[in-house]
């Protein structure tokens, strides 16, 4: 699978309100300062764009704001809490740093922020929140049924801020498959504070195709490893087994697979020395059949030609 990027649309600090109300993309802001505005000085620094169906941002403020509008429409928001946020008052609630936001379409942002304050934002369509449900084993709860607010675990939140704390200098990082996993794990936190327990806690179909995959590794027996038809027997998409090895390797299984088939290649290679072995059979036995691109991924990886270990070795 291609890795598309984060593509930003909005990269900019800003030091008059007004600006900074007017230029945020798709939320209805209405910010007043809570105290005297610096002069020429930077009050804010705003980063949005997009990956895919995912909506990013990253915004901080550097001081106190009475914040009123309306978040995306036809949108789920989530709004996880940055290293430094103090503390929001939101809605008639006082939440921190293990406090995950929830905007749903039509609610009103109303909230009131201590000074320097640091949030990290995704938003994904309804429909697609829909999606996560199913594939979680869920049917669709009743939204105004789900807590506005809900405490996620440590490490949650560290992936969560790593991920979306690249947009600025490393945002070819934040890609489509790691932002769906993040999304997936948020909404797990969500709904098993309701009561509700997703099958995905359980071993799922896309592990149990994973660890087919890393047992082959494991046996050698890799030559005709298919991953779409593994996918296929197993009834999975590719995109969720992606997601998988994305979130356990941070690789794609197509990537893990071929530097298996590599590394099992070097060992036969050094193995060679008292055995009539060629290049073409150890090619054979571990699935490659194009010469020049198998000598030239196993350079890549390994600083030789296959050649080079063959005659080291024999």
């Not at 993040?182 to 509700?196: A, F, S």
């Not at 893990?256 to 036969?268: D, N």
Request: glycine share 6%; net charge neutral.
């Amino acid at each position: 699978m291609k890795r598309q990027g984060f593509q930003a649309s909005l990269v900019a600090e800003f030091s008059d309100v007004d600006q900074l109300c007017h230029d945020i993309r798709n939320w209805d802001l209405q910010f007043q300062p809570l105290g005297p505005v610096p002069v020429r000085q930077t009050i804010a620094k705003i980063i949005q764009g997009h990956a895919a169906q995912f909506d990013c941002t990253y915004a901080r403020f550097h001081m106190n704001f009475d914040q009123r509008g309306a978040p995306p429409q036809g949108k789920v928001t989530f709004t996880i809490p940055g290293k430094r946020l103090q503390e929001l008052w939101w809605r008639g609630h006082s939440t921190g740093e293990h406090d995950v936001l929830v905007y749903l379409p039509g609610t009103e942002l109303k909230s009131i922020s201590a000074e320097d304050f640091e949030v990290h934002l995704i938003a994904v369509d309804v429909a697609v929140i829909a999606d996560y449900f199913n594939r979680c084993g869920l049917t669709v709860p009743d939204p105004a049924k789900l807590p506005s607010v809900f405490r996620a675990p440590d490490n949650i939140l560290r992936k969560a801020r790593s991920i979306l704390g690249k947009l600025d200098e490393q945002p070819a990082l934040v890609d489509p498959c790691t932002l769906d996993a993040l999304v997936e794990k948020l909404i797990i936190c969500w709904v098993v504070q309701t009561g509700l327990q997703p099958r995905s806690l359980a071993p799922n179909a896309s592990r149990i195709v994973m660890e087919e995959i890393v047992a082959a590794v494991a046996s050698d027996d890799i030559a005709d490893l298919r991953i779409s038809e593994l996918c296929r027997r197993g009834g999975i998409s590719r995109r969720a087994l992606e997601i998988a090895f994305q979130d356990k390797f941070g690789t794609g299984p197509a990537a893990f697979v071929k530097s298996a088939r590599l590394a099992h290649a070097r060992r036969q290679l050094q193995l060679a020395a008292d055995a009539d072995v060629t290049i073409a059979d150890v090619m054979d036995d571990v699935g490659f059949s194009h010469v020049g691109q198998f000598a030239q991924d196993y350079r890549r990886m390994f600083g030789e030609r296959p050649s080079d270990t063959l005659r080291r070795y024999s």
